[in-house]
């Protein structure tokens, strides 16, 4: 067991941390990383450490994880439509890493995430009893490369990442790397080790924190930055980013979220084949399926499925799908809708003034309520949603959620942790 650690004082002592940091991660170069999770680590140093953890309780919650993503570009006035009795974890999206491992604190998502908007939406969430976590991300193949290649470089992170957590009073973090292209066996070891170590310090100093990480719905067709099978190991659970199937880029119009139809060849994957392929090698209550309440609009030939597109296609939000595309909008000369039997989705088509066809796929809460549906066949861990104020005043897509999962279990009376502001 690990041994007892003091309550939260206001001022931790951040050099003793990165001391204990740096102790841990020789012990991993060193060969011994795979013991952590096997044996508690007993470092002199850990009981000298100054008061480090708010004091916490145990929340009950559904059995089901609901997890929203809710991007900084949103905080101003788009998330007016929380429901944080259904949401069990809050993410916020995000703060870059830098090569070097240190956060990037120029960036305007590490202000946000420290501005009074957000105190005042995490504290909300404690007191409704959701978890908060801070999404890392990066996007950039030769930053991730430094980053992993450089033992510093993933201790800064580790530390930098720990002392945000303590100092702002969340929950864990998620990871959100997103590499382009097949980086070798190699980095996808460096990242499982990144994303273990990260694992082990927050449950170490934070308890009940979580560490998920994202990843792309077809990594078992590409693998790209992820070991799927190996993540899901040394983390608390998989976000399947079942979205993006089809892009702004697709010469052919389809649902960015399918569930089926690859196997009949009308599409390159879709969602049920994804999961089965993710659950030959992970088990179900840790994979969290990601769904979109956006949309891609694509010019196309003609209003049906797989119709050839055109240059201009455009990402719309689900509210903006609702509300600005019906018979009765401005330009409009012809409308159609329709159902897509194998992707169990709807869309949407119009015809403007220059005589151009344009169709959307969306998710809406009869799609959605199906894969709902299968994500519970399927024993997953739950569901997710990218991104958290695209529905930005429409309360369908919480209701649905509500209906399929119920809302979480909580005492307010024990939701105790405090949000810090900047100290």
Known sequence: ????????????????????????????????????????????????????????????????????????????????????????????????????????????????????????????????????????????????????????????????????????????????????????????????????????????????????????????LEPKLYDIGELAKVSDGIFMMAYDFATTSADQAMPTAPLYGHKTGTYWYDIATAVEDFLKIMPPEKLILGLPWYSYNYPVAEPKVKASTYRGATVQTYKAVQDEIDPGMKGIIDYKTGWDEEGQVGWKAYMNYYGTWRMVFFDDPRSLAIKYDFAKEQKLGGVGIWALGFDDGRKELWDILRDKFGNKIADINIIRKDINENI
């Open 1 to 220: 067991m690990l041994s007892k650690l003091p309550k939260f004082t206001p001022k931790p002592n951040k050099n003793a941390l990165l001391a204990y940091i740096r102790e841990t991660f020789r012990n991993w170069l060193v060969g011994t990383c795979f013991l952590i999770f096997a044996v508690s680590i007993k470092s002199p140093l850990a009981d000298n450490l100054p008061s480090l953890i708010p004091e916490r309780s145990h929340v009950n919650k559904t059995t089901k994880e609901v997890f929203g993503f809710a991007p900084y570009w949103v905080f101003n006035d788009k998330l007016n439509n929380l429901n944080f009795d259904v949401l069990t974890t809050f993410a916020y999206f995000g703060i870059p890493v830098r090569g070097d491992g240190t956060l990037d604190k120029e960036d305007y998502g590490y202000s946000v995430f420290w501005s009074k908007k957000a105190t005042s939406i995490f504290r909300e969430a404690h007191e409704k009893g959701t978890r908060v976590v801070v999404t890392l991300t990066q996007m950039d193949n030769a930053t991730i490369q430094a980053l992993l290649d450089d033992p510093e470089a993933k201790q800064n992170t580790v530390s930098e990442v720990l002392w945000e957590v303590l100092k702002r009073g969340v929950d864990g973090v998620n990871i959100d790397f997103e590499y382009t292209g097949d980086p070798g066996d190699i980095y996808r070891q460096k990242f499982t080790d990144y994303v273990a170590f990260m694992t082990e310090t927050l449950h170490r100093f934070v308890p009940d924190s979580k560490v998920t990480v994202s990843v792309y719905a077809g990594s078992l």
